[in-house]
């Protein structure tokens, strides 16, 4: 059955091909016809930019495709609040210089690749077009105009009649774009559930989900001014292997792709991409959808927040990692940045924390920073370094997840010179790092040395790393182990204490955990053959699965049942511990920590925050006073309700 359908997917794909057969010769002979041209010609004048007044944008006018005319363009200057209606582009940059050439009011200019792209697939025979790309319509040699420009970003993406999401070219296109509409169609006119969809492509091999992968994996998923342009247009056309899609439709399946039990199915052992891509391409399109959502609402849209949406982005300038999202802020904390591309990625940074932390909520992104990750910039520790995408935040900017000191109002004092390199919190030391474990398993890096293999499959690393999780518990986490305050103290066992630690005790950013958890973590110590329940036979469930059908000691059905529920709990530990370290304090807590965290390292609980917090002696003195170093936001289990949070503290100085 399979190799019937892949063969009907084939005959489908030439058939799309065939009807688009004209149209393509045609795009080739008009390449052919301009590249020409440009030989011709090769002696015109390179295009100058004349200067732009306030509140004026460029609009590249396209014109009628012709047989015997190339692409020769116009730029038109407009008042942006009177515009003509144009179509804003979202495109990838790329790493290679501009090399294509094109004409503009007769004279020649180098565009790139993309771009050429877009503007041979918008030719239209019946009308002009008017375009607004960036990297055409802005002088990029022209610094004061970027940053300019860059202001107008918001108007230009949300007044532009649509835009066009060019993602590039994408094998099987055709078959994507259809299996895309059909997931919405399952839901509504069938009734399908997730559960439903996994029984339903295991059992028929859905040969469409592996045509998923080469889309999510396009480099236009992960590029932060993606999430801007998207999440502001009235209309989005995402256009990829020469078919266009409605976003619209395209969110409307982002639920099914991101599901955890279903979204695996979008990597391949024989694929020509990282198996972890695709699945990052889903997160990011949901984030850009959610974006768009919260744009429309009536609440504010802070700073601090969209930095946070945009940590798995990725910017070829750090300082597009701020200037990027400004556009989506409609409260005050981001009218004192300016874009200005002179300043240093590092001063950039810093006068962001500043802004944020002169806001009505001072500590919303002190969880992102310290020394307990790495960074690319020499930044102070209490700044967050936005570019290192292996920040692995325990709760968001916008929701009360944890209350390890939000009992305590907030004191930040922050010194009145623009360059000061240090802030003071208020707060109270608790505990020390006594033991230290290894970093998670499902760590970035290991998944890039294993990019053959999906993380499912990465049995042995999951039973050693919940092996040292079970030794760390039992033999220095103190017992009996308390949790909660007065009149709701209540003591928990060993097993529960390691599961809600390895899991940060929340669920979809709420805490504590449901108890019904407790299931999934069983059911996976019983996958990996740490239990007892593994039995009847010697081999642990992971293995079994591996073996002929008539050598297995455990039914198919309890075998997929296990996996089932082992894998929707590997998830939550997935988002907990990934990257990160578990650890335990001298007084015997069960702790999640920063990669970087060493023994010894202060805990301490900063009023105000939600987490408790790593810090460590500074080498460095102000004014003959000890000062300190922000290792990082961490979960401490038996920390995170207020437990340590005492109103006799001290000010920290961080550096």
């Given at each position: 059955m399979p190799q019937i359908t892949l063969r009907l997917a084939a005959l489908v794909q030439k058939v799309f091909f065939a009807i688009l057969l004209p149209s393509k010769y045609l795009g080739q002979l008009e390449r052919s016809y301009i590249v020409w041209t440009g030989r011709k010609f090769g002696s015109r004048p390179t295009y100058r930019y004349s200067e732009l007044g306030p509140g004026h944008i460029r609009l590249l006018k396209i014109p009628k495709r012709s047989n015997v005319a190339g692409l020769q363009c116009q730029i038109i200057r407009v008042l942006l609040a009177s515009a003509p209606p144009y179509e804003a582009v979202s495109y990838c940059w790329g790493t290679d210089p501009p090399t294509?050439?094109?004409?503009?009011?007769?004279?020649?200019?180098?565009?790139?690749?993309?771009?050429?792209?877009?503007?041979?697939?918008?030719?239209?025979?019946?009308?002009?077009?008017?375009?607004?790309?960036?990297?055409?319509?802005?002088?990029?040699?022209?610094?004061?105009?970027?940053?300019?420009?860059?202001?107008?970003?918001?108007?230009?993406?949300?007044?532009?009649?649509?835009?066009?999401?060019?993602?590039?070219?994408?094998?099987?296109?055709?078959?994507a774009r259809i299996f895309i509409s059909s997931l919405n169609s399952k839901s509504e006119l069938l009734g399908m559930t997730t559960l439903d969809r996994l029984l339903d492509y295991r059992a028929r091999h859905d040969f469409a989900w592996r045509f998923m992968g080469p889309v999510f994996s396009q480099p236009w998923f992960t590029r932060s001014w993606m999430l801007q342009e998207i999440a502001l247009a009235k209309r989005v056309d995402l256009v990829f292997g020469g078919v266009s899609l409605d976003w619209e439709v395209?969110?409307?399946?982002?639920?099914?792709?991101?599901?955890?039990?279903?979204?695996?199915?979008?990597?391949?052992?024989?694929?020509?991409?990282?198996v972890t891509r695709p699945l990052l391409g889903v997160k990011n399109a949901i984030i850009m959808e959610n974006c768009r959502v919260l744009t429309r609402g009536d609440s504010d849209v802070t700073l601090d927040e969209v930095l946070q949406f945009s940590l798995q982005f990725q910017a070829t300038k750090g300082h597009d990692k701020v200037y990027s999202v400004l556009g989506l802020v409609n409260d005050q904390t981001s009218e004192s940045i300016v874009p200005d591309y002179n300043k240093p990625v590092e001063m950039v940074f810093t006068e962001t924390m500043r802004s944020l932390i002169q806001s009505n909520s001072p500590l919303s992104s002190l969880h992102l920073a310290g020394c307990g990750t790495s960074g690319q910039y020499n930044l102070p520790s209490w700044v967050p370094d936005w570019t290192n995408s292996s920040i692995r935040p325990f709760h968001t900017s916008s929701t009360i997840t944890y209350n390890a000191g939000t009992e305590l109002a907030s004191r930040v004092v922050i010194p009145p010179e623009i360059d000061a390199q240090f802030i003071c919190i208020a707060g109270n030391i608790v505990d020390e790092i006594s033991v230290l474990g290894q970093m998670g398993p499902l760590v970035a890096e290991e998944l890039k040395?294993?990019?053959?293999?999906?993380?499912y499959r990465e049995e042995h690393l999951v039973y050693e790393w919940l092996k040292e999780a079970k030794l760390l518990a039992a033999k220095y986490v103190k017992k009996p182990y308390f949790v909660g305050q007065a009149p709701y103290r209540e003591i928990q066992n060993e097993d529960e204490v390691l599961?809600?630690?390895?899991?940060?005790?929340?669920?979809?950013?709420?805490?504590?955990?449901?108890?019904?958890?407790?299931?999934?973590?069983?059911a996976l110590e019983s996958y990996v053959g740490l239990s007892s329940s593994t039995l009847p036979g010697s081999i642990s469930p992971f293995k079994q699965h591996r073996l002929p059908e008539d050598e297995h000691t455990l039914p198919r059905e309890h075998l997929q049942d296990l996996s089932r529920s082992a894998n929707t709990f590997l998830n939550h530990v997935a988002a907990a511990s990934l990257g990160n370290c578990l650890a335990v304090t001298k007084s015997g807590l069960f702790a999640v920590v920063p990669p970087k965290t060493r023994v010894g390292d202060t805990l301490s609980i900063i009023w105000g925050a939600q987490t408790p917090y790593l810090m460590r002696p500074a080498r460095t003195k102000l004014e003959g006073q000890e000062t300190w170093e922000l290792v990082g936001s961490c979960f401490v289990h038996g920390l995170m309700g207020g437990e340590g949070a005492k109103a006799d503290g001290v000010m920290f100085t961080f550096v």
């Open positions: 294509r050439k094109i004409v503009v009011d007769g004279k020649s200019m180098k565009v790139l690749d993309s771009v050429y792209e877009v503007l041979c697939y918008r030719r239209s025979f019946r009308e002009e077009k008017l375009l607004w790309i960036d990297s055409v319509c802005i002088n990029q040699e022209d610094e004061a105009e970027k940053s300019e420009q860059i202001q107008l970003m918001r108007t230009i993406f949300s007044e532009a009649a649509g835009v066009l999401a060019w993602l590039g070219d994408v094998e099987n296109a055709l078959i395209f969110a409307e399946a982002l639920p099914v792709l991101g599901n955890p039990l279903l979204g695996r199915f979008l990597g391949s052992s024989d694929a020509e991409y990282e040395r294993r990019e053959a293999r999906m993380i599961w809600r630690t390895i899991i940060d005790d929340q669920t979809e950013g709420k805490s504590p955990a449901s108890a019904e958890l407790a299931t999934g973590y069983a």
